[in-house]
């Protein structure tokens, strides 16, 4: 795996080099090309504080030191399994600083970036993956769902809430908006498609964000689709729009712009953040079997957080000593999660009975007894 | 007290549903203007809005799983699925989501979600229209599964299904739409995962569920005849299982024979068969005896009569079970 | 029902009364107008010989009496169930008459147009609904699928068909094409847009035809979708065209360049055909629960038979006499149908085990030996 | 003879098919280039081309829906599930159309498509990808359901599934995946259909199949020292179950347990547990016991040895069973 792991700043030659098929370069909306120069796109002006700017640069380290975390972790046995978002930081950052605190996140399995940005406990993706719980969470609390792994699944669970909050007319200024985020691949399963359907019918207060990172684990896009998700959206009458995900600002100004449109009542649409997936689809993922250096140099060339960087740094907004302090953030916010994840207590038997009813229904409560007596017998048999 | 049709019991249930909870919501193929293809929704949207009783696309999954969302949104959907051969596009959102939800989430989601089934044959209709799916339901943890068979039970377990904060497979035999009985509009008699003793006998005990109780409930007027005093229990609840009542009469009769459309492979036969054989090993003066569907795909109408459990094969299966 | 019966000639006025909402005329191909003239449409020549254009007349009258035929029989207990196609005579036909031989058809429940016009025997369609078998007909032979009644699951079989249609290398000139049925409601389904997928994706020689008659039973587009699908077809990337399916040649013509696409390897293709249902969805439904004589009036006055005949008159093609002759025709059609499906043999109770397997296993074989001998042993005892 | 893992075993079974066949085809998501999540299907499309062994949409619907089409235009593809909690959303296209086309067709259509699924848990996953869904389809008239526990009846019984006419559910015991094995390479011991009495024994007979079985011949091992001489019988196929065997067995012990790790509601020990009780009602000892899993969703990975049958409770249940 070493071969496709963390990009360093990319050589100067590296983006001149074989572009591969699967990384033409679409059209998209842009605000900082991979060398770090703003530019403007038409309807998708963007002027932050000079505060937020650099916190986004913040989210951006942040989110990939602890990503990283979660691949350090699952090397060294702490973890069954972590899903890498590398290379999605800025479609993570962007998008979800994009959002109003009263906005509702549907998130995959990918999405550590926005629960991170959300400002929320970031603890649960790590519960998940090391196995002594499921991800549970309060989700009302943190108006953020629960990973979701069947593909496309919680693309209805979220076109239903938006229902709900259309329901509830908490539409207009003070409104909410509900996204959900799912990749290149869920476009092809039937739920995607069917989301797409009621979200359109019942106007929902909907924002897909789909993170277009080139792969379904070994599978590229042409396998998956003829024509880009943001084109399918228009196929179901919904606005799609396609935008640089490795650029932060952009990512930021078109989710605004679709999560304005859908607090205001005027319905659903389709953001395709083209991004690129750097780690292997999981740890448990070989991709060297399917892409090679090439490609990965041709990404490198166009990573979020170097470009950011180069730009914060030109127009005067941050200096190294703010990008140490950050590297420094970062390692604290590391090393509390590595110590927190260590120290997660141990599930015992009786919680995989605990919260399937709300109310246990006696045979179910006699099979929970059984098995933790006989747990309990065995215990003291092998300490005697 | 009031006669009425299992179809107009169903839907005074549903609008007292409407009526007492606002965020109870209905939602289905052709539930609102058609009023169902049943009728079971008939007027409803009339009364309470197209923003409560709602005609959705054409498209199972995104019922069962745009419930899922509302039902953290607050709200409480009670699905149609127009027949129960039409389920299994929803299979994934029933199985994988609706009913693993609250576990998922330790435990703090909970999604009070009823999804109304017609089921089961007998109506002389085409292919998928008279399946018979409990089977799928009750194996999956996390769902409840439970059928009516008479009007005054269908008012009262729809009302309690929605009641509940877990997600409610209601199964509606659709070939006891039309029957009257008496529904007692006051109050319920039974808690939703109660069994009844329909008929109480000694010589040997029918168990039977939704469309079969009246099929029980013949064979054992039928069975006076023959000499024999025949005990009918109307399971309801399918998942979980009101044991103590199977029980008891078993240890009573020493004799059982489960009565279900469904295949027999793996049917509920097979769990009632195996469960009362390990609990009441030495009360079995028999084994356990089941009058199914056959394991095959359900019939062409004109052959349905062959296929469904009746009189004759539980008769049948009576004096085999006398014979031991 | 009587009030919306199979249509007669539309009363002059009819056409001017009041348009519902569901029925705002749209853009389409269209070559004959409801009045019966010939109009041009870029693209889509045709130029058929008389007879062709004759036997289209023929078609559109022989199905419209074996229909109605249908419905009579299910009003006398003869079929459980009958699912009328009356209005959208033209699409079937001429969709139907604008395949070649050895293209291959996926119909959903209500083609018996398609049907006929392949020049099939069409009592599989009311040994179905007579109840006394599945529908079971030899398909291969056919080149005509088995009605499928969970709706758009057809749609994935005909996709993988005509994969294996690529597969065999049996494209170019003398290549074959796949046709499968679907109706406005199927576009919601999962599986109907996994279909658009697989197509696409495999460049699969299959052409959707969708009979948008404006209902899935009581529920209008509106419920289905937000904009209509031959533009659903392009959000997947595929070609999309809407015609006036009231319109045989129109129907013809499209469907003729569609195959001839599909047949030349140049790849799947969607045709919507904007048609109405006259009666209600089956003989079990009430349609006047959900839509008024107004509704019906404005479709009558499109019928597409009449404007038919208007042209194929005004032009001198044919004369009342030929009229005349294809009426007794299609007599003869309905009364050896009838004769046949009143004497169509019962079912045994065998017949339920035989074809589930290919090889019936040891427990099936006995239980059909039961159920054989069970059923015997009380025919015995009634008889005595 | 060959010592393989049962993964090598699949994937030369999978090669001999392709060789062997040239209307067969693989497909599933990421069987081409990357060989498959497990790698059953390793380096069969560099050698067969991506014609034949096809990388598809991540759509399980259209996999199953797509390979009718293809098996109705004389193929017979062999398709992957990548893992057991990822096939509901197929689940119409399994259940309504491929189980039941061919008695739709009154016997006309064959649609020889294999469903390899990788089932079960063990393997410390998360959500989804530890389940046993095999009630589902054994409950499902129309389908075959066959699984192996070693690697040479995986070589063998894939090569046989594939050659038959019937559409069969493949499961696959992840777990075992690794697990080295003899393979002769020359000819199959078994039919696809038959149970193997895998360890002769007299006290009681332990029921198993895939994952379960190599946790029932532990536990005859272990159980000897407790002066036990257990038999065990590997099922093989689900549907149809090879019964003889299992009877043969419990007329000579006159106990039995089933072990599964599905959970036991409706689990396979039901109709084992119901339908022996019935054949061989004289010759129990005691009731057919039940090892499986708990009637919960699929525990967090830290609980699944909690939750998965194991030798101490296979052997309490012997205990049980012997009380009586
Ligand atoms: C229904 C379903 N099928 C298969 C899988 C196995 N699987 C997990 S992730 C994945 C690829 C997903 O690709 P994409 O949607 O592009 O998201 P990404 O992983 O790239 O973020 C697959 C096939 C699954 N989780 N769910
Ligand atoms: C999966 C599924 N869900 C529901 C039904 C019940 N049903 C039968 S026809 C129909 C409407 C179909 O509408 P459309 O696709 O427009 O076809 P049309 O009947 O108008 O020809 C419905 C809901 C079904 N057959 N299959
Ligand atoms: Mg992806
Ligand atoms: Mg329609």
């Known amino acids: 795996m070493g071969s496709v792991d963390r990009p360093r700043p990319a050589k100067k030659t590296a983006k001149n080099r074989r572009k591969p098929a699967s990384t033409n370069e679409p059209e998209f909306v842009q605000l900082l090309t991979p060398e770090g120069k703003r530019v403007d796109h038409p309807g998708y002006e963007l002027s932050l504080t000079d505060e937020e700017y650099r916190g986004l640069y913040r989210d951006l380290v942040v989110i990939r030191e602890l990503d990283a975390q979660g691949t350090a972790l699952q090397r060294q046995g702490q973890l069954g399994l972590w899903p890498s978002l590398l290379g999605q930081e800025a479609a993570q950052a962007g998008s979800g600083r994009a959002l109003r605190e009263k906005d509702t996140v549907f998130p995959s399995y990918r999405e550590l970036g926005v629960q991170w940005v959300r400002g929320l406990d970031i603890i649960s993706a790590f519960s998940l993956f090391r196995g002594v719980d499921l991800g549970g969470r309060d989700t009302e609390a943190d108006r953020f769902g629960i990973y979701s792994i069947v593909i496309a699944s919680q693309t209805l669970h979220a076109a239903g809430y938006a229902m709900g909050v259309a329901k509830d007319g908490s539409v207009g200024e003070d409104g909410e908006a509900v996204v959900v985020y799912h990749g290149d691949g869920a476009t092809a399963e039937g739920d995607f498609n069917e989301a797409l359907i009621w979200a359109g019918v019942f106007n929902a207060p909907l924002v897909f964000f789909c993170q277009n990172n080139q792969y379904a684990i070994s599978e590229t896009n042409a396998r998956q689709f003829r024509v880009p998700p943001h084109q399918r959206a228009e196929g179901f009458g919904l606005p799609?729009?396609?935008?640089?995900?490795?650029?932060?600002?952009?990512?930021?100004?078109?989710?605004?712009?679709?999560?304005?449109?859908?607090?205001?009542?005027?319905?659903?649409?389709?953001?395709?953040?083209?991004?690129?997936?750097?780690?292997?689809?999981?740890?448990?993922?070989?991709?060297?079997?399917?892409?090679?250096?090439?490609?990965?140099?041709?990404?490198?060339?166009?990573?979020?957080?170097?470009?950011?960087?180069?730009?914060?740094?030109?127009?005067?907004?941050?200096?190294?000593?703010?990008?140490?302090?950050?590297?420094?953030?970062?390692?604290?916010?590391?090393?509390?999660?590595?110590?927190?994840?260590?120290?997660?207590?141990?599930?015992?038997?009786?919680?995989?009975?605990?919260?399937?009813?709300?109310?246990?229904?006696?045979?179910?409560?006699?099979?929970?007894?059984?098995?933790?007596?006989?747990?309990?017998?065995?215990?003291?048999?092998?300490?005697? | 007290m009031a006669t009425m049709t299992m179809v107009k019991a169903l839907n005074s249930g549903l609008r007292r549903i409407l009526e007492e909870n606002e965020k109870a919501l209905i939602m289905g193929e052709d539930v609102g203007l058609l009023g169902g293809v049943f009728r079971?929704?008939?007027?409803?949207?009339?009364?309470?809005?197209?923003?409560?009783?709602?005609?959705?696309?054409?498209?199972?999954?995104?019922?069962?799983?745009?419930?899922?969302?509302?039902?953290?949104?607050?709200?409480?959907?009670?699905?149609?699925?127009?027949?129960?051969?039409?389920?299994?596009?929803?299979?994934?959102?029933?199985?994988?989501?609706?009913?693993?939800?609250?576990?998922?989430?330790?435990?703090?989601?909970?999604?009070?979600?009823?999804?109304?089934?017609?089921?089961?044959?007998?109506?002389g209709a085409v292919e998928h229209h008279s399946e018979s799916p409990e089977s799928y339901f009750v194996h999956t943890a996390g769902l409840k599964v439970v059928?009516?068979?008479?009007?005054?039970?269908?008012?009262?377990?729809?009302?309690?299904?929605?009641?509940?904060?877990?997600?409610?497979?209601?199964?509606?035999?659709?070939?006891?739409?039309?029957?009257?009985?008496?529904?007692?509009?006051?109050?319920?008699a039974l808690g939703l995962h109660q069994a009844a003793v329909v008929r109480p006998g000694s010589t040997a005990t029918l168990i039977a569920y939704g469309p079969t109780v009246d099929v029980a409930l013949a064979s054992a007027e039928a069975g006076v005849e023959e000499g024999h005093d025949l005990e009918v229990i109307d399971l309801r609840s399918l998942s979980p299982i009101d044991w103590e009542p199977l029980r008891a009469s078993l240890r009573k009769t020493g004799r059982a024979v489960v009565v279900h459309e469904a295949p027999r492979t793996l049917g509920m036969g097979a769990e009632i068969a195996a469960s009362l054989s390990e609990e009441c090993f030495y009360s079995l003066e028999a084994p356990v005896l089941r009058v199914a569907g056959y394991d095959v795909p359900y019939p062409a109408s004109r052959l349905e009569d062959d296929y469904l459990p009746n009189l004759d094969r539980v008769l049948d299966a009576v004096d085999r079970s006398l014979e031991h």
């Open chain 2, 147 to 188: 059928t009516c068979s008479n009007p005054n039970d269908a008012h009262w377990m729809i009302q309690q299904a929605a009641a509940g904060d877990d997600p409610v497979v209601f199964l509606e035999p659709k070939r006891r739409y039309q029957a009257k009985g008496e529904v007692d509009t006051e109050r319920a």
């Open chain 2, 40 to 123: 079971v929704t008939d007027a409803l949207q009339k009364d309470f809005g197209s923003e409560r009783v709602i005609d959705t696309p054409l498209a199972e999954s995104g019922i069962i799983g745009t419930a899922i969302g509302l039902a953290m949104r607050g709200y409480r959907p009670i699905c149609e699925i127009q027949f129960d051969g039409f389920v299994y596009p929803a299979f994934d959102q029933l199985v994988s989501q609706l009913a693993k939800f609250r576990n998922r989430s330790g435990g703090l989601i909970s999604l009070p979600v009823v999804v109304r089934i017609p089921f089961g044959g007998g109506i």
């Open chain 1, 240 to 384: 799609g729009i396609r935008v640089d995900g490795n650029d932060v600002l952009a990512c930021y100004a078109v989710t605004r712009s679709a999560a304005d449109r859908a607090r205001a009542g005027e319905g659903p649409s389709l953001i395709e953040a083209y991004t690129y997936r750097m780690q292997p689809h999981t740890t448990s993922d070989d991709a060297t079997r399917y892409r090679d250096e090439a490609e990965l140099d041709y990404w490198r060339a166009r990573d979020p957080i170097v470009r950011y960087r180069s730009w914060l740094t030109e127009s005067g907004l941050a200096d190294e000593e703010f990008f140490a302090s950050v590297d420094a953030e970062a390692e604290r916010h590391v090393l509390d999660l590595r110590d927190r994840v260590m120290n997660l207590p141990e599930p015992e038997i009786a919680d995989m009975f605990d919260s399937v009813y709300a109310d246990l229904p006696a045979e179910l409560r006699a099979e929970r007894a059984e098995a933790v007596a006989f747990q309990a017998s065995l215990d003291e048999g092998s300490e005697a």
